[in-house]
């Protein structure tokens, strides 16, 4: 989502987007949960950069204040869309490693189980008609 920010609910669309790749990259939420980006920063904050730390930090006061309809209507959305954009720019290419990486060990995991089933089963035939 590199468009830019029109209203309260892109910027809330926007902190999600960035909380869900700081939890993909850099951990700190349990699988299938949604913190909120204040949360995320609070807990795996310092691996960002610090000048997007800061961004990340304009963006998640930016989100607790668009609940409110007008102070929403205040903000600065373009510069929360170029923040959102350089965080973005950031944590992607970061995250698509580590899924990579999280599906070769997946797979190398399911064929290692797969061939220790195959060899027990192997084994225990060989045990039961009497060769070993």
């Known amino acids: 989502m590199t468009r830019n920010a029109t209203g309260p609910d892109d910027i809330r669309d926007m902190a999600d987007e960035v909380s869900r790749l700081i939890a993909a990259r850099f951990g700190g939420a349990r699988r299938g949960e949604r913190l909120p980006l204040a949360v995320m920063l609070r807990r795996r904050g310092a691996a960002l950069p610090r000048r997007l730390r800061k961004q990340a930090l304009a963006l998640a ?3 607790e204040m668009s609940a409110q309809p007008k102070i929403a209507r ?4 373009a510069g929360l869309s170029r923040a959102h ?9 970061l995250g698509e490693l580590s899924r990579w990486q999280g599906r070769a060990i997946g797979f190398a995991a399911s064929v290692a189980l797969g061939l220790l089933v195959l060899a027990s ?12």
Request: hydrophobic residues 60%; aromatic residues 10%; without cysteine.
């Open 85 to 93: 954009q350089a965080l973005i720019l950031h944590l992607q290419p």
């Open 121 to 132: 089963i192997v084994i225990w035939i060989l045990l039961w008609r009497g060769y070993l």
């Open 61 to 63: 006061k930016a989100d």
């Open 74 to 77: 205040q903000l600065d959305l």
